[in-house]
């Protein structure tokens, strides 16, 4: 309780920050974009992750002003990185709560903040769990297709891990799979994992969905998946979230 008012004050007073994951490109190492992901400075606990303060922020509610704020800076970081870069565009992943779907104008926000940052809808990618799909369906649906139709690109974050089952990516408007990194973890070896991974790159590619993965720690790793053809990784091999200075300068040099 004393978290949740805690959260309340550091979202108005601009405690919360966003660090960046690079996003590469596995067939030419190149850094394409980024992943947001919130991060809480608090004044006397210090730094509290997102693991800790997202559900507490889900449990109130306050996920819908957090991640309003999550959006607009990512989107205003988005465009100054590409604009700095002289035309290499910025692909930008956002993480969305199924909180955010309870809300009906999550589709005019989303709009809106592409239009007062100036992001072309296009290097705009949502990112969101399975649960999305699974719960209240046709609503959401709904509001996928209309986000769709904005131009942003979804992705199904954690995928593998949920109870869902592979009908809905026929139904829903689904562009790219993040593959777990908890079938990446030990990758290369003859796992069962490595049979999981290449089966997810498989199954993106026939259903022309592109393919992320996470959690890449080692080359080992980095190898397996360009075999498989996974396009796209994220990972502390290529480099842990870093502040927005960081990230940009990243992505400046990672041409
Ligand atoms: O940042 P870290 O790597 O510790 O992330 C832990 C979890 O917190 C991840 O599952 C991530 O999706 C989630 N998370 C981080 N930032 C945000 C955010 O802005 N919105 C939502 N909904 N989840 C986030
Ligand atoms: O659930 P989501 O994918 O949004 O969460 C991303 C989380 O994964 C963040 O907490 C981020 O710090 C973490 N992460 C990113 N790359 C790696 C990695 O290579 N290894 C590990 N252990 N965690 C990672
Ligand atoms: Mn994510
Ligand atoms: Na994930």
């Not at 007073?13 to 991060?39: C, M, N, W």
């Not at 709560?97 to 290097?123: K, T, W």
Request: charged share 25%; net charge negative; glycine share 8%.
């Amino acid at each position: 309780l004393e978290l949740e008012a805690d959260l309340r004050v550091a979202l108005d007073r601009g405690q919360l920050h966003l660090h960046y994951q690079p996003t590469v490109d596995l067939a030419t190492s190149e850094v394409i974009g980024f992943e947001a992901l919130a991060r809480w400075q608090h004044p006397e606990r210090g730094m509290i992750p997102p693991a800790e303060f997202i559900p507490i922020a889900e449990a109130t509610g306050l996920i819908v002003p957090l991640g309003r704020w999550v959006l607009r800076e990512a989107c205003r970081k988005a465009v100054e990185w590409s604009a700095r870069s002289g035309g290499r565009k910025v692909k930008m992943a956002v993480n969305v709560s199924v909180r955010q779907f309870d809300r009906a104008d999550l589709v005019e926000v989303v709009a809106g903040i592409l239009a007062e940052s100036g992001l072309p809808a296009d290097q705009l990618c949502l990112e969101m769990t399975e649960s999305v799909l699974m719960t209240d369906t046709d609503d959401n649906l709904e509001q996928l297709l209309r986000l769709k139709a904005l131009g942003v690109t979804l992705a199904i974050d954690d995928f593998g891990t949920g109870y869902s089952s592979l009908a809905y990516l026929r139904r829903f408007p689904v562009d790219t799979l993040k593959i777990d990194r908890s079938f990446v973890e030990r990758l290369g070896a003859l796992t069962d994992d490595t049979a999981l991974a290449d089966t997810i790159v498989q199954l993106g590619k026939s259903l022309g969905m592109a393919t992320v993965a996470e959690g890449i720690e080692e080359f080992g790793q980095l190898a397996a998946l360009r075999e498989m053809g996974c396009q796209f990784a994220q990972g502390y091999y290529f480099s842990r979230p870093v502040p927005a200075d960081e990230a940009g300068r990243l992505f400046l040099d990672g041409a």
